[in-house]
């Protein structure tokens, strides 16, 4: 019987691009070559996605401006869903607009109260090329939202306004790793 390899397991974990590094607020471009070059950068975005204990990770947070993110989040019902997307596309968000705390690896500590759909559908590929359609709701839905917003050059405090935004700024301008 043919064992499946654990996500990550070949690659290597690489530094997190921070809030500051103009790679995060710039769109992503659209991979063009599906070979072993985007078979080893999501090797080594799962490697490191696992090392910072996140449940998600864009390209452009590894300084890489390519539209590919990883996941290993679960669900409201804590069902858990372990893949990758290339190229995606939100393609519907819908649903309640919740408000929870979201984190991201790129602002390490730090949350703030975000509005998000209970419910998202995101197409793509895989790293092969073939088609992809992700469904996710609850938590998974605010993941799959995240991780695009980030392949489109906006972070989480991007969506957060008035007193919860300007908070989270200023601790993230007082973080020890701030630049």
Same mark, same amino acid.
């Given at each position: 019987?043919?064992q499946?390899?654990?996500?990550g397991?070949r690659? @290597?974990?690489?530094?997190? #691009?921070?809030?500051?590094?103009? &790679?995060?607020? #710039?769109?992503?471009?659209?991979? #063009? ?11 080594d ?7 910072? @204990?996140?449940v998600?990770l ?7 401006g390519l539209?590919?993110f ?9 069902v858990?869903?372990l893949?990758?997307? &290339?190229?995606?596309r939100?393609?519907?968000a819908?649903g309640? &607009?919740l ?6 690896l ?10 998000r ?5 995101v197409e793509?590929? #895989?790293v092969?090329?073939?088609?992809? @359609? &992700?469904?996710?709701t609850?938590?998974f839905?605010?993941?799959l939202?995240?991780e ?10 991007? *969506?957060?306004?008035?007193?919860r *935004? ?14």
């Amino acid at each position: 019987m043919r064992q499946r390899s654990i996500p990550g397991a070949r690659g @290597r974990v690489r530094p997190l #691009t921070l809030l500051g590094d103009p &790679v995060l607020h #710039t769109p992503c471009e659209d991979v #063009t070559g599906f070979g072993p070059q985007l078979a080893g950068l999501v090797e080594d975005m799962f490697a490191t996605m696992y090392a910072a @204990r996140g449940v998600g990770l864009a390209a452009n947070q590894i300084g890489q401006g390519l539209r590919v993110f990883v996941y290993d989040c679960p669900d409201d019902e804590d069902v858990r869903h372990l893949g990758h997307l &290339v190229n995606p596309r939100l393609v519907e968000a819908d649903g309640l &607009v919740l408000r929870g705390p979201e984190g991201c690896l790129s602002l390490p500590g730090l949350e703030a109260g975000t509005e998000r759909y209970d419910e998202a559908l995101v197409e793509g590929f #895989t790293v092969t090329g073939e088609p992809l @359609r &992700v469904r996710g709701t609850g938590w998974f839905a605010r993941c799959l939202q995240h991780e695009c917003d980030h392949l489109d050059g906006l972070v989480y405090p991007d *969506r957060v306004t008035g007193v919860r *935004r300007r908070r989270v700024l200023r601790r993230a301008a007082r973080a020890s790793w701030a630049r």
